[in-house]
């Protein structure tokens, strides 16, 4: 039987977390990241699905912490930052994937608590993770951050509907390019945004019951392509990947109308 040759290495002594690494995208990504030499910090509410990421991890030669936490929980982020920095003195990765989609309905009828939670989870939290691991971010040598956003906070014609997941969206994106711009001069961090596109979730699924999922990409497909801005030689900051036209944007402001 011919040898497999063994699997490059490039994130080798790399501390990674990841958030909703229990399923979907940060599944992908954080068992991507293992594969290539990463310690894995896996983040998400559901443990047994950990313990599964765990064990396909410890299969693939490399270890994970799991961290199975409510990210509306911030109090706990506090005390995962300063567990980071205790045990690491750094952080190389952070992977903001966990996202929750709310409610597909006009913005009248959103429940408040609804509204909270997409906040929440989609924002505060973020903001809280970042608050929580700016210190161990910039003690690693090259601090590489990730935001998984929607092309649905950008689109030049607003979609109805979708209102709850388009506005956390749009702050994610001002969130992420503001600590882009307050890292960019005073430390080795750079911060990117990345548009996944339609994949193959339990997220998709929820949002279009009618799609048939077999026609869309999988967040395997996607995972590969992420890791290039987690890289050391990365240099992009500030700036958004868009996985279906495999591209990278920068922001533009409000257009003139042409006349
Ligand atoms: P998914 O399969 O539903 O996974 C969502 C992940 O987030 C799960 O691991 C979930 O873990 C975690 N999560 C949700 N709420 C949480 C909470 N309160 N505390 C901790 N973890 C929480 O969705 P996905 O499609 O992979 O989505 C990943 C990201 O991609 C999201 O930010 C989403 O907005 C974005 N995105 C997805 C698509 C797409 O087509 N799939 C398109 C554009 C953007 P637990 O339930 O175990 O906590």
Request: glycine share 8%; charged share 20%; proline share 7%.
């Amino acid at each position: 039987m011919a040898e497999q040759s063994p699997r490059a290495q490039p994130f080798s002594g790399r501390v990674a977390l990841v958030t909703g690494a229990s399923r979907g995208i940060g599944h992908a990504l954080a068992l991507e990241l293992a594969r290539a030499g990463a310690h894995v910090i896996a983040l998400a509410r559901t443990q047994g699905a950990l313990e599964e990421l765990d064990d396909a991890i410890r299969a693939a030669g490399s270890e994970a912490t799991l961290v199975p936490c409510d990210l509306t929980d911030f109090d706990a982020l506090d005390r995962l930052g300063a567990a980071i920095h205790e045990r690491w003195k750094k952080l190389d990765i952070f992977v903001g994937n966990a996202g929750e989609l709310g409610a597909v309905t006009p913005l009248s009828h959103i429940d408040p608590q609804d509204w909270d939670k997409v906040i929440a989870v989609n924002v505060t939290a973020n903001w809280r993770l970042i608050r929580a691991l700016d210190m161990p971010l910039r003690a690693a040598e090259t601090g590489r951050v990730l935001f998984i956003t929607s092309g649905i906070a950008h689109r030049a014609d607003y979609r109805p509907y979708w209102g709850g997941y388009a506005v956390s969206k749009a702050a994610l994106d001002a969130l992420a390019r503001t600590y882009a711009a307050e890292t960019e001069t005073t430390s080795n961090v750079k911060v990117m945004l990345a548009n996944p596109g339609p994949l193959r979730t339990r997220m998709r699924a929820k949002a279009m019951p009618g799609e048939d999922p077999l026609t869309l990409k999988t967040p395997e497909d996607l995972a590969p392509k992420l890791l290039q801005f987690l890289l050391p030689s990365s240099v992009q900051t500030g700036k958004l990947y868009d996985f279906p036209s495999d591209e990278i944007l920068s922001f533009a402001g409000p257009q003139p109308m042409s006349v």
